[in-house]
């Protein structure tokens, strides 16, 4: 280990050390970017770059490899980066716990589904800042499926089926689903009675990449999945057009029945062939493998998934 880096971690080291300094490196590592970092941690970039720069000089050691299109650690980065992740994580620790009278704070970066966030987790957010008044949540909601580690996010909850990722998942439960249209589409195309029935009818389609997949009903039948084409007037990739268009009478949606009960329960929408519906969706949180999690992210995850864990099957 070269000399710089057999002091830094030292005791005496270490307690002396600007956890701010090494915050900074933890993020431009994370991200691979100076630009990213600096926006994450509410800083100039300049000031980051100059951050980075007087810790290698006082290492004595070059951290990071920089190039005009990407920045990542050396291989005395990578060690420099486990050791600082275990020191910053536990001075957090330490802060919190010879503090205890005062409320967790800092900012949380979490992304979630657009429904998750509109229907369960906005109307419920004056509780969680009556617990925790000092922390800011920063909530990305949105369709895309975002790089945890790149857009630098804390946790993400997805549902859908997981691909493999190299992050820590963790399954919440299921959302059962339903087929439904609007009262106006069934006067206009009828009600269908069986699958066979579909040939005569439309399908909103949603699709994450527009025209990278034909439109297609799906539902379980003898434990398998069997999927049937169909035709489609419109193509959208987000949660709210895909329920607007089915207001509209466009088509027929599957949709998760948390996301359209109320819309049931009221009329607006109509719910089609219950016997034959595609399998449940899972719900997921996902966060960053070997990289602990600060206390206040830990606090806002547990109340995330006490509130929505009771609501999934």
């Not at 933890?26 to 300049?46: C, D, N, R, W, Y």
């Not at 499926?145 to 946790?155: K, N």
């Amino acid at each position: 280990m070269p000399a710089g880096l057999d002091t830094l971690f030292g005791l005496g080291k270490q307690c002396g050390m600007d956890l701010a300094v090494v915050r900074s490196f933890i993020k431009v590592a994370e991200l691979a970017s100076f630009t990213h970092a600096a926006e994450h941690l509410g800083i100039p970039k300049s000031r980051v770059s100059l951050q980075i720069k007087a810790l290698e000089i006082e290492l004595g050691v070059r951290l990071l490899q920089r190039t005009t299109r990407s920045v990542r650690p050396t291989a005395d980065g990578e060690q420099f980066l486990t050791r600082a992740t275990r020191l910053v994580a536990d001075a957090d620790e330490l802060g919190a716990m010879f503090h205890a009278s005062r409320a967790l704070r800092g900012v949380v970066r979490i992304d979630m589904p657009v429904t998750f966030a509109r229907e369960f987790v906005i109307p419920k957010l004056p509780e969680l800042y009556a617990q925790y008044p000092n922390i800011e949540l920063q909530l990305s909601s949105t369709d895309r499926l975002v790089d945890l580690v790149r857009d630098g996010f804390d946790c993400v909850f997805r549902s859908g089926a997981l691909h493999d990722s190299g992050l820590v998942a963790r399954r919440l439960g299921v959302l059962p689903m339903t087929n439904c249209a609007s009262p106006e589409y069934v006067r206009s195309y009828g009600t269908p009675r069986e699958p066979a029935d579909l040939d005569r009818h439309l399908l909103v389609h949603y699709a994450n990449t527009l025209g990278a997949e034909p439109p297609a009903f799906e539902y379980r039948a003898a434990g398998k999945t069997v999927t049937r084409a169909m035709r489609s007037l419109i193509t959208v990739n987000n949660v709210d057009a895909y329920h607007a268009a089915c207001r509209a009478g466009l088509g027929i949606i599957q949709s998760p029945r948390l996301g359209v009960v109320e819309r049931l329960a009221d009329g607006s929408l109509v719910e089609l062939l219950p016997d034959h519906v595609c399998a449940p969706m899972p719900v997921s949180l996902l966060y960053a493998q070997g990289r602990p999690l600060a206390k206040r992210v830990r606090a806002v995850i547990a109340w995330l998934v006490q509130m929505v864990q009771p609501r999934l099957a």
